[in-house]
């Protein structure tokens, strides 16, 4: 499956962004979808994710209540939708995808697509 992210940009801190993630190759309902984080200096981490049907959700907790994980499978789409952004949200945010069952906890891609760059200003 290939993955690309987008709608990254930058915002004041307060504001909100949505990013999207198209998929292609595979029967996109398979894959259980996570979004990922990278900060300047620091090692990628875990933000959200999202099983294949949707059910499922999980967030890490530096982005709960703010950040919201969801997915349109006839558009092969997922998005992280967030708000109240601080600035040290600022980060490339990609997405992943895993083909394993998943319900509960931070999600392991085996597939991965570029990032996009949200920086939030104070």
């Known amino acids: 499956v290939q993955l690309q992210a987008s709608g990254g940009g930058l915002v004041q801190a307060g504001g909100s962004v949505r990013l999207s993630c198209a998929a292609s190759?595979?029967?996109?309902?398979?894959?259980?979808m996570g979004w990922f984080r990278q900060a300047p200096g620091k090692e990628r981490e875990f933000v959200a994710a999202i099983s294949g049907n949707g059910i499922y959700t999980y967030y890490a907790d530096p982005v709960k209540g703010r950040f919201t994980v969801s997915r349109d499978n006839a558009k092969n789409t997922v998005y992280l939708q967030t708000n109240s952004l601080r600035p040290e949200d600022t980060a490339v945010y990609y997405c992943?995808?895993?083909?394993?069952?998943?319900?509960?906890?931070?999600?392991?891609?085996?597939?991965w697509g570029h990032g996009t760059l949200v920086t939030v200003s104070s």
């Open positions: 190759g595979n029967t996109f309902s398979n894959y259980a």
């Open positions: 992943g995808a895993s083909s394993s069952y998943y319900r509960n906890g931070p999600l392991r891609p085996q597939y």
